[in-house]
């Protein structure tokens, strides 16, 4: 049995197993069928990626099934219902321990704001930004990440790749400015980490912006 | 539009498809499955009861709730209310019995079909153990009692015993698994973070998955689902692909190129994850082999491509370019070959997901200013929008039956999920807890 054709559509999968074909026949399911199958499990995924930026990659294809059914029986025996599909508890300590470097806003400096769907740096934004610049000639060591960010209307994909859009708009315009671009380093937060919740052109305002925040410690 | 949930929605159906194998396999466009039936009528159902098999009284009524919305949700039957139809149905709890025969004739005279009833208690009636549910079938076209199943399990799993008979039932007069035991990946915010949760489909049982208090983004499952993969930011800095492993919880990045890496999507085979990631300047699309590690680049464009999702044979993928201005649906070969645009109505379509049955994508569509929910044949020859109204519609992923989406929307404020037939019919909403709830992915079939 192909695991391609196996995958395209469970539909057919149960069809052929109705009509007799070959491969995909039923096979008996212990405990209920809705516990998953061990078999196949990630293959030493390590927490880290490789030097290539491509981690391990367990098998994630379908292995013929019946779906875990075994049909209305006229003398049913006793089915063991599982607990459904496995799910680990949440380990904090699993997350904890990813690093997270550590940022401060510094209240010299500006935000700048964009128009809907847009990423041009609009006159005032690029007032804010030459004070910006000002502040990072004169604090010379200090590293700046360029945060993008958007409303909430649109596709939560899409604003990923407006908020990039701006983020690096700014970051470009600083390095116009003078300002070394090995202290910026930029970042999308798309419309994820909105700094106002309402739903009114007055907060989307605020969430579509550019924000500065100084890198701290080593 | 209709057509959607009658494709295959019965036993002829199914031989239709398994005739459609041989196209398949030829390579054909994924839109052969296009072939419906129109005079496809739901298969009226009528549940009879699940009674007090000696144990709490909540039982039974409880699995009868479950039973009745799993009946609804298949949309393979038409739940009919047997009272309303002057049914009594007391005696039915023996209904192997001699007793339910009057029953059964007055169903089939009253035209329903189906009539299943059952019974549920702890095993041990004195005490806390055990739970037992019987379920059995009268099929009025046969005229007999076709079979039944008998479920023990923790009284943990009630609502998936009543979501497993449903199945049951679906499987019987379709051929499919039914969707009653399939889960529902997505985002719910705590705090400013925005962690992975999984909930059964119906929204209950939600569990969450990672807790590292930064963003955790655009769940999808893996082909055999054990394994998610989404977007994750490390040092909450570099965006990266992660997985994580529902069983263990065990989680590790699989993408790490710099830039954005985001919308990651396995091909039904488990073979490939394509994904968009701006490493090499602009958001563009790749795709990785799984099993030799190599990356392929699929797109050269000065414009941002994103949001890739595979047709359920493999062959193709639909994603969004903003190459002519805002984004746009295009199509091409999974090996980025023969790019073609598939959206041409309105300034904003974003967010395409290929139906398991390949005969439509579905997308978020901007009309009148808002974020609405449409779908388009791949021939593009057919486009309808599904959802109405104020709110942000986003992230839509079909049940793997087809028939029905889910997606997130701001329709009554904070952002939770609904969901909704692929007919734009009988929109359900699944979340109620939390601050807001976003980017869900629903299960391949069990």
């Known amino acids: 049995m192909n695991k391609t054709l196996c995958t395209c559509s469970l539909v057919l999968v149960m069809g052929m197993a109705l009509i007799g074909m070959p491969g995909c026949s039923k096979k008996s399911v212990q405990s209920g069928g809705d516990s998953q199958s061990t078999q196949g499990m990630a293959k030493g995924g390590s927490s880290d990626s490789s030097k290539s930026g491509v981690g391990s990659f367990p098998d994630t294809g379908v292995q013929p099934g019946d779906g875990g059914l075994r049909g209305l029986d006229k003398n049913p025996s006793e089915e063991r219902v599982g607990s459904g599909t496995m799910l680990a508890k949440v380990d904090p300590s699993s997350s904890a321990g990813r690093q997270m470097d550590e940022f401060r806003a510094e209240a010299a400096l500006q935000d700048v704001f964009f128009a809907y769907d847009s990423w041009t740096i609009p ?4 007032q804010a930004l ?48 003078g300002v070394g671009a090995n202290r910026l380093s930029v970042v999308s937060y798309g419309k994820e980490r909105p700094s106002c919740k309402e739903h009114a052109e007055s907060c989307y305002q605020q969430n579509r912006r550019g924000h500065l925040v100084v890198k701290t410690g080593k | ?98 007793g339910s025969k009057a029953v059964f004739k007055q169903a089939a005279e009253k035209g329903v079909s189906v009539l299943v009833w059952g019974k549920a208690g702890l095993k041990e009636a004195d005490k806390e153990a055990d739970v037992n549910m019987e379920g059995f079938v009268y099929d009025s076209g046969s005229d007999e009692v076709v079979g039944g199943k008998r479920y023990a ?7 998936l015993m009543a979501h497993r008979f449903a199945d049951e039932l679906v499987f019987r007069y379709t051929g499919e ?15 400013t973070a925005r962690e992975l949760f999984v909930m059964d489909y119906d929204g209950y049982d939600a ?3 990672t807790a590292d208090g930064f963003l955790n983004l655009m769940p999808q499952w893996s082909p055999d689902r054990r394994f998610l993969v989404f977007t994750a930011y490390r040092n909450r800095n570099t965006q990266d692909i992660d997985m994580i492993e529902l069983a263990t919880g065990k989680r590790w990045t699989v993408i790490s190129l710099g830039g954005l890496n985001i919308t990651p999507a396995l091909s039904p085979d488990g073979n490939f994850l394509a994904f968009a990631s701006s490493h090499e300047g602009n958001s563009e699309l790749y795709r990785l082999d799984t099993r030799t590690k190599a990356i392929q680049r699929l797109t050269v464009n000065p414009s941002g491509d994103l949001s890739p999702s595979w047709s359920p044979n493999g062959r193709e993928l639909v994603f969004v370019s903003d190459r002519g201005g805002g984004p746009q649906l295009f199509l091409m070969g999974s090996d980025g070959s023969n790019v073609r645009r598939l959206t041409f109505e309105g300034d ?32 593009g020859q057919k486009r309808m929008q599904l959802t109405t109204g104020p709110g942000v519609d986003d992230s839509p992923s079909w049940s793997p039956d087809g028939r029905h989406l889910v997606f997130s929307s701001t329709a009554d404020g ?21 601050t807001h709830n976003s980017a869900p992915s629903w299960s391949p079939a069990s």
């Open chain 2, 177 to 191: 698994p039914g969707i009653a035991r399939t889960k529902i990946a997505y985002v719910a915010e705590q705090g």
């Open chain 2, 207 to 209: 569990r969450q998955l």
């Open chain 1, 123 to 126: 006159e005032d934004g690029r």
């Open chain 2, 348 to 379: 904003y379509n974003a967010a395409p997901v290929w139906s398991p049955r390949g005969n439509w994508i579905a997308y978020v569509c901007r009309t009148h200013k808002e974020y609405k929910l449409c779908v388009i044949s791949p021939d």
């Open chain 1, 130 to 177: 030459s004070r910006d610049a000002e502040w990072l000639k004169s604090n010379s060591s200090a590293l700046v990440k360029v945060e993008g960010h958007c409303d909430e209307r649109g596709t939560s994909a899409y604003n990923l790749v407006l908020g990039e859009k701006r983020a690096k708009a700014a970051r470009n315009y600083l390095v116009e400015l």
């Open chain 2, 153 to 159: 399990g923790s009284p943990s799993v009630v609502r």
């Open chain 2, 1 to 98: 539009m209709t057509q959607v949930k009658l494709i295959g929605a019965w036993f002829g159906g199914v031989l239709l498809i398994a005739g459609a194998v041989g196209i398949l396999e030829s390579g054909a466009a994924d839109v052969f499955l296009e072939a419906t039936r129109p005079d496809f009528q739901k298969i009226s159902l009528g549940v009879a009861g699940i009674q007090n098999g000696g144990g709490p009284d909540w039982l039974g009524g409880r699995i009868e709730e479950v039973l009745k919305k799993d009946v609804k949700r298949s949309l393979v039957f038409d739940l009919v209310d047997l009272a309303s139809l002057g049914i009594k149905t007391p005696d039915i709890g023996n209904g192997m019995g001699a």
């Open chain 2, 414 to 434: 904070k952002s939770h999920i609904y969901m909704i037939d692929a007919d734009g019919k009988d929109i359900e909403r699944l979340t109620f807890q939390g």
